[in-house]
């Protein structure tokens, strides 16, 4: 909710009270419970939506606006034919750039990526694997953010990209970084939130120390990636067809957690009739 206010401020759109909207998505979902489907991996996806309604041909501010809440009722993600994605790094288009709009959730941020989406599938890929700048700086994965696991030294690494303002602030993205950072041994493991380039991945796969790579977001929560393709040259993710350990972990935290199988801070939120 705060991440909508956000982005409605910076598309000149009416704030709302988080707060508020959130009571009446309860009374909204103790209504039409019977729409919430059953089943683990079914669920009711909620979309808030805001958009200016003003009537006009001029590009002003609205005076007008609509907040609404889209529900659809959706099945598992994963499914028996289920496969990891393989990606396109995308070297021609950008998804986003500094100073931009792209760390906000606005509709405009997709039109970028249709396109080039398309463009990639023709090429048997599955998604853009987004890049920035010169150095081939990674950002993101479709639309979602990008997590790496590396070998380094006797202990494994967690690295997604920083906040710099070309990354949408997932909230799974954030969810992930604490639930590895609360969760995962640091003797082990060492979470970053830092640049890396393309020519990093290349490198580390090509020293056997790329061992996952996954997209987070709410619909699917994690998305395993088992190839890149960059210049003509096949990045090869030693996952295969399998989750990655620590991508099936981070999906296996985050359900119990939607499902109230396992509590954590004030995550999970309970419809109460006002
Ligand atoms: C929505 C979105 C994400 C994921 O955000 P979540 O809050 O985790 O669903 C990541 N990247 C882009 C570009 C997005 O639009």
């Known amino acids: 909710m705060e991440r909508m206010n956000r982005s409605a401020k910076r598309a000149a759109l009416p704030q709302f009270d988080n707060e ?16 919430i489907p059953q089943g683990e991996g079914y669920s009711l996806y909620l979309r808030p939506t805001l958009i200016g309604t003003t009537v006009g041909l001029g590009v002003t501010k609205p005076t007008k606006a609509l907040l609404y809440v889209i529900a659809s009722p959706v ?16 070297e021609y288009a950008v998804r986003a750039w500094p100073k931009g709009y792209g760390e906000f959730k606005l509709g405009a941020n997709y039109v970028s990526s249709i396109e080039p989406q398309t463009q990639a599938a023709a090429k048997g890929h599955n998604q853009n694997l987004w890049l920035f700048g010169e150095q081939g700086n990674i950002t ?69 120390e790329l061992l996952e790579i996954f997209g987070t977001g709410t619909a699917a929560i994690v998305s395993p990636v088992n190839n890149i393709e960059f210049r003509e040259q096949h990045i090869k993710v030693p996952t295969g067809d ?27 939120r309970v419809a109460k009739k006002l």
């Open 20 to 35: 508020e909207l959130m009571k009446i998505i309860d009374q909204f979902l103790l209504v039409d419970k019977r729409f």
């Open 242 to 268: 399998d989750f990655g350990p620590l991508t099936q972990q981070v999906l296996d935290w985050i359900k119990s957690i939607q499902y109230g199988q396992l509590e954590f801070e004030d995550w999970s």
């Open 140 to 208: 993101e994965v479709g639309a979602m953010n990008v997590f790496f696991v590396l070998k380094k030294g006797d202990k494994k690494e967690l690295v997604t990209p920083p906040l710099n303002g070309t990354i949408l602030p997932g909230v799974t993205r954030d969810s992930t970084l604490r639930l590895a950072r609360e969760k995962l041994s640091a003797d082990e493991w060492i979470i970053s939130e830092r640049e890396i380039t393309i020519h990093e991945v290349k490198e580390k796969a090509d020293n056997g």
């Open 75 to 90: 099945g598992p993600y994963f499914g028996k034919d289920f496969k990891p994605v393989s990606l396109e790094a995308t």
